[in-house]
């Protein structure tokens, strides 16, 4: 499962492909954890995730609600993220459930959802980096990055850079970032972020998904002895909105295959949860998981700590206030 949506659904073997990768998903459909089976409550716990007016996101922030935690649904629609806000109300019954407006692509809008979450929040628990694009035609921000990386990389790491002291004053807290299998096809080159050396753009995505992996591994060793831990995982193919960025025919295609054997939004959210809020995740940080929630090692150049290293330094420099 190492390859992007749009190189199989444009492949001459794409059928066969789709079909192999299916049977591998549907005999993992259903992780051997079951967040209903976890006894853990959240009150008087503050939790964030990103992209919660939709599909994984949505279903992790009805879990956190459920557990009686004060959730903070980070929503670049306000319309959709309304609309999740009264869905995850009524069907958690806790009103303790909030829509803060935030675009990742953005460095700006990160900086204003930080600052207001600073002001209003005195406590933060879990930060969960759900929020990501595949798929998107190429295009520069105003801030000189690839969109793709700044929605799916840079725009997380400085929300987390942001919030990390007030995580660090709440601990123990944890930080989860939704990576992806697809990461093993990603390749390191900094010039990406600022749209460069780009040849194929069906691989842009992996090439965030390693990175979001690299990152993850730093920071949980510049974390150590906080309380506060990091992990990333992979939560599976599942039946998400991931393909709206693509074409009629290729939605169409997942879609259909999708139906018969894919993970759907509510399964593909339980590696998260698990992450979050299992007891069996406490003190546990630095590493990768698969859709199933079990510990598994990502590729090669994720467990590079010298390359984490520049990751950071990196990943600060371009995203520091000019």
């Not at 959210?269 to 590493?287: D, F, L, P, R």
């Amino acid at each position: 499962m190492t390859w992007e949506w749009s190189y199989i659904f444009s492949h001459p073997l794409w059928m066969l492909s789709t079909a192999i990768l299916a049977m591998i998903v549907r005999a993992q459909r259903k992780g051997s954890w079951d967040p209903r089976a976890c006894p853990v409550e959240l009150k008087g716990k503050t939790a964030i995730v990103t992209g919660a007016n939709t599909g994984i996101g949505k279903f992790i922030a009805l879990d956190f609600a459920r557990r009686g935690a004060r959730v903070i649904l980070a929503c670049r629609s306000k319309a959709r993220g309304t609309a999740a806000l009264h869905e995850i109300r009524e069907r958690s019954g806790n009103q303790n459930v909030h829509l803060r407006l935030l675009d990742t692509s953005s460095l700006a809008s990160v900086r204003q959802f930080a600052a207001q979450i600073l002001e209003e929040e005195k406590e933060l628990h879990i930060l969960v980096n759900n929020a990501g694009a595949s798929g998107l035609p190429r295009e520069i921000t105003g801030e000189g990055f690839e969109i793709t990386f700044a929605t799916n990389h840079l725009g997380p790491f400085l929300l987390t850079n942001l919030l990390l002291d007030l995580l660090k004053k709440s601990s123990p807290a944890r930080i989860v970032n939704v990576s992806s299998a697809n990461h093993w096809q990603g390749q390191v080159d900094f010039s990406h972020f600022r749209g460069e050396n780009l040849t194929l753009t069906h691989t842009v995505y992996s090439h965030t998904k390693l990175h979001n992996i690299i990152w993850t591994n730093e920071l949980a060793r510049r974390l150590q002895g906080t309380g506060v831990t990091a992990n990333s995982l992979h939560p599976g193919v599942a039946m998400t909105e991931v393909m709206r960025n693509y074409n009629f025919t290729l939605r169409f295609l997942f879609n259909l295959v999708g139906f018969f054997f894919f993970k759907s939004s509510e399964e593909a959210a339980v590696n998260t949860i698990y992450c979050a809020v299992s007891e069996e995740m406490e003190g546990i940080t630095g590493k990768y998981f698969d859709s199933d929630c079990s510990l598994v090692l990502p590729s090669p150049p994720a467990r590079d700590p010298a390359l984490g290293v520049k990751e950071f330094e990196i990943c600060e420099r371009l995203t520091a206030k000019l």
